[in-house]
């Protein structure tokens, strides 16, 4: 069974600071990863996938890396604004999505 | 549809009631998923299906749920004589293939009072 694991499980951070958000998994044998975000009393909102095959992936000021073999996978928001608060959950993808914890960040302004 | 659409999006219901979730999932999306997500944790598998079929309903709780997908495009969860502890939110999730990306819906907040 897939373990997920997220680092820290919350963070509090002032405006313009860049945030690095870590998730460690157990199982390698996964085809993608993705990053979502989770807004309070919302759904899931996909943030970046990383393919097995790729080390990492670029949407605007997110950056997430993959390193498969030793199970981690982080994301780094760059000058954070207070609108990125919110949940961030890293899923590994094998057979089907497995879920960590979530990282609560808040964005002071 | 644009997205995957999951209705209702709230649902009050009593001790030992019987209810249904509705997904409607992107059109052409083969892999439909359900999840369910209590209060401050991720979420939690509960069956997935390729097409028609239930290719894994391990993570169903216990035999109060079932869930269908008979046209191979929406599905329902159904839950029997429901409990306070089946209170939570509720998310499905459709894919059009193995490596591709998760799309969520909003999700149903269960409330059984």
């Known amino acids: 069974k897939q373990e997920v694991t997220q680092i820290p499980a919350a963070l509090s951070v002032p405006e313009g600071e860049n945030l690095v958000l870590n998730c460690s998994f157990t199982?390698?044998?996964?085809?993608?990863l993705q990053w979502f975000r989770q807004d309070p009393g919302k759904g899931l909102t996909s943030l970046l996938l990383i393919q097995s095959s790729q080390r990492e992936q670029t949407s605007g000021r997110l950056n997430a890396s993959l390193d498969k073999s030793s199970g981690r996978s982080t994301l780094y928001i760059a000058a954070s604004q207070p609108g990125d608060s919110a949940t961030y959950l890293c899923a590994p993808k094998g057979y089907k999505l497995s879920f960590g914890a979530g990282t609560t960040v808040t964005v002071r302004a | 549809g644009a997205g995957v659409s999951q209705t209702p999006s709230n649902k009050v219901t009593e001790k030992g009631k019987y209810v249904e979730l509705r997904c409607d999932p992107i059109?052409?999306?083969?892999?439909l998923y359900w999840y369910r997500q209590s209060l401050g944790q991720g979420p939690e598998f509960l069956i997935y299906?390729?097409?028609?079929?239930?290719?894994?309903d391990s993570g169903l709780p216990n035999d109060r749920f079932f869930a269908v997908r008979p046209e191979g495009s929406v599905s329902t969860l159904k839950i029997q004589r429901t409990e306070r502890g089946d209170s939570a939110v509720y998310l499905c999730?459709?894919?059009?293939?193995?490596?591709?990306?998760?799309?969520f819906g909003s999700g149903t907040r269960l409330t059984v009072v």
């Open positions: 999730a459709s894919s059009p293939r193995t490596d591709y990306g998760y799309t």
């Open positions: 059109s052409g999306h083969t892999a």
């Open positions: 199982d390698s044998a996964i085809y993608n």
């Open positions: 299906f390729q097409g028609t079929g239930a290719a894994d």
